[in-house]
C-alpha cells in the first residue's frame, strides 16, 4: 500500500483531477468532500488531504509515502525529500511588493520591515541583496500590512495579482516561480520502489495507459 498526503485548498481540485486521469479511483473521491482519507483500492494507494504545510512534514517523516504541494513549501521549508516530477499546475509567483510610490524607496542604511508567512525564504532573499530586514510573521490578510503601517514590504504568493492590485501594492521583484509538486519520502522510493515509479509515470503521463494498462517509463514520450 502507498500512502499519500495531497494538499487542501486551492491545490486540490486539480491535484484529484490529474490522480483520475492517471487511474487512481476512489468512492467520493472529490475536493468539495469531508473526508481525509480516500481509498483506491484498484491501485493499492490510500489518498489523505493535509495542510499543505503539513505535507512536507508527512513525506519526510515516512507518514506517507509520498505527496504533492507547492514548490513554495518545499523553499520555505527545505525538507529531505525527493522531488522527481513537476505537476506544472498552480503556477504561482513568491514575489516582493510595496505600495505604489514606495517601490524604490529601500532604505538601505536601516532596516525594512517585511512582513510575510515564508520567514525563511524573505531573509534569504534579502540577506543575498545585503539588505538589512525585520521580518514580521504573519498567517494571512499579508497585503493588509503595508496598508496599516505594519510593514514597508510583503513576500507573498501571488497568482493572477488582483488582490495586490485591488490594495493598491505593486510587485518590486518575483523572487521564486511555484508550482505543484509531486514528493516522495527518500526510504519508501526504495522500498517501494514499483509502486512508486508507477505512481510517477502515470501522473507524468496524466493517464493510466491503454486498456487500463500502465505505461512503463520505457514507454514515456513514444507516439502513437
Known sequence: MITVALSKGKLLAPTLERFKQAGYASDGLSAESRRLVFTCPDNETT??????????????????????????????????????LDLKFGACRIVVAALRGQELHDRLSSKIRVATK???ITERYFNQKGIAVEIIKLYGSIELAPVV?????IVDL???????RAHDLVEVEVIAESTARLIVNRASLKMKHGGL?????????????????????RDQGQGG
Open 47 to 84: 489518498l489523505l488531504i493535509v495542510r499543505p504545510s503539513d505535507v512536507p512534514t508527512y513525506v519526510e517523516y515516512g507518514a506517507a509515502d509520498a505527496g504533492v504541494v507547492g514548490k513554495d513549501m518545499l523553499l520555505e521549508q527545505d525538507r529531505d525529500v525527493c522531488e522527481p
Open 118 to 120: 515564508y520567514p525563511n
Open 149 to 153: 503601517g505594519l510593514a514597508e514590504r
Open 158 to 164: 501571488v497568482s493572477t495579482g488582483r488582490t495586490l
Open 197 to 217: 515509479t508507477d505512481l510517477i509515470a502515470r501522473l507524468r503521463d496524466g493517464r493510466s495507459g491503454n486498456g487500463g494498462r500502465t505505461r512503463s517509463p
